[in-house]
């Protein structure tokens, strides 16, 4: 490959001289050319460098050569070829010769393969030691910027994790004075985080702002309403509309009130509010608040858990609203009759809620649909609910880095909510 590279790059320095030589015959003549070739006499075999003026009758008009056996046409030409003026003491195989047409004259020009053939020698020891000393100075500089590499990547990484749980502020680290591709990635990781940021503030603005110009004139609705039902001259018929119409108030208050924790608790907001929760606990007060309503119904509601405590790093108040979710969404859909088993089970690396019913379960392809907001299915339209409950549970999972899952319970439906379990020592 490189003795090719060089006889190109001496092809290329022989064209570069036809073009002269052209141009200097074309402007003064041939006597230009000969006194030119004249100059370069001094230049002598020795050089590798050759130069020829034939006429039509490929007579001697110039150069340093007396002739060329053969064709002498462009390409590479044997030494043996060549007559020389003067004693022959070059050591060159062959030439490179590049043939010139001036007018009815001829101009061969060559240069010598004893240059690519030295060159390539010397390049072949070069190029080991060099070969030996990238070697070694590369595998050090490889592990090196390896492992800066992969530090910067973490810091990426973990960057990108804290802002996938809700930390907005989080910024990849930036060094000063460099401007690889890491750099520039980093800092435009930094500025579409920016940008985010500027958006869920933005939308956390709106949703304050609804919730003070809404949430007033809904309660004052409310209270006017209630007053209107407590007097005494309104006929019953429209005391009974009037309580409806609360009842209604009541229900898009708690609807508006659920869509703005949903949208509190997707923006990470909660997270300030962690600490370390005991799910047993927790467990025990849904127990002593459902526990009558399903007596009422006439449904088997049964509580298991592991003994206490059971803790992990959470916002109390929101894992007991989605656990109570989930246990008054099998309450409200399963029949009279229904068996629900709620349990709390801890494995080596996880903790797990579960609630098992033998209700009448979810198709399979509703169930991802069933975590939207407002989603519900066909036959529970004539219940009552807003469609926001599993959706709040499904945020207050993600919030917690849990994974929520529906599966079949055969009959019935299997809700389950596994937790990464603390290091041993702190269940």
């Known amino acids: 490959m490189a003795d090719y590279e060089i006889t190109k790059w001496i092809e290329e320095q022989l064209l570069e001289e036809e073009t002269a030589y052209t141009h200097l015959y074309q402007e003064k003549g041939l006597e230009a050319v000969v006194a030119q070739l004249s100059g370069l006499g001094d230049f002598n075999f020795e050089d590798h460098r050759i130069f020829l003026l034939q006429d039509v009758k490929g007579a001697h008009l110039a150069g340093n050569i007396a002739r060329i056996n053969g064709s002498g046409a462009s390409g590479y030409l044997d030494a043996a070829s060549i007559e020389v ?60 910027v390896g492992r800066r590499t992969e530090h910067r990547l973490v810091q990426i990484s973990t960057t990108l994790q804290d802002v996938a749980k809700g930390n907005l502020e989080a910024r990849v680290p930036l060094k000063s004075g460099t401007a690889d591709d890491l750099t520039q990635l980093s800092a435009e990781i930094n500025k579409t985080i920016g940008h985010l940021q500027n958006m869920v503030e933005s939308q956390n603005q709106i949703s304050a702002d ?3 110009d809404l949430r007033t004139p809904m309660q004052r609705l409310r209270q006017r309403l209630e007053a209107i039902g407590q007097s005494p001259d309104l006929p019953q018929l429209q005391a009974t509309a009037v309580y409806e119409a609360i009842d209604a108030a009541d229900d898009l208050i708690e609807t508006f ?68 979710n989930v246990v008054e969404n099998a309450l409200r859909h399963c029949a009279g009759d229904a068996q629900i088993q709620v349990g709390l089970e801890v494995h080596n690396a996880t903790i797990t809620f579960v609630v098992c019913d033998n ?13 939207r907001r407002f989603y519900r299915l066909e036959k529970s339209r004539t219940t009552s609910g807003n469609g926001l409950g599993l959706s709040l549970v499904k945020a207050v999972a993600d919030l917690h880095d849990a994974k929520l899952s529906l599966t079949d319970g055969n009959p019935g439906l299997t809700v389950s909510i596994v937790f990464t379990a603390p290091p041993k020592g702190s269940l």
Do not use: W
């Open 85 to 144: 003026t003067g004693p022959d003491e070059n050591e060159s195989p062959g030439y490179i010769l590049r043939n010139i047409s001036l007018g009815a004259h001829t101009l061969i020009l060559g240069t010598s393969t004893y240059f690519v053939t030295e060159l390539l020698e010397g390049l072949g020891g070069g190029l080991l030691i060099g070969f030996a000393i990238v070697l070694l100075v590369g595998a050090g500089a490889g592990v090196a």
């Open 210 to 212: 609804i919730a003070h």
């Open 359 to 371: 209700g009448p379960g979810i198709p399979a392809e509703e169930k991802e649909k069933v975590l």
């Open 257 to 324: 009130h659920a869509l703005l924790r949903i949208s509190q608790i997707e923006a990470g907001a909660r997270r300030e509010n962690f600490c370390q929760v005991d799910l047993v606990s927790v467990l025990a007060r849904i127990e002593d608040a459902y526990g009558a309503v399903a007596e009422e119904k006439g449904q088997s509601l049964t509580f298991t858990a592991v003994p206490p405590p059971v803790t992990i790093s959470g916002d109390r108040q929101l894992l007991t609203q989605m656990m109570a």
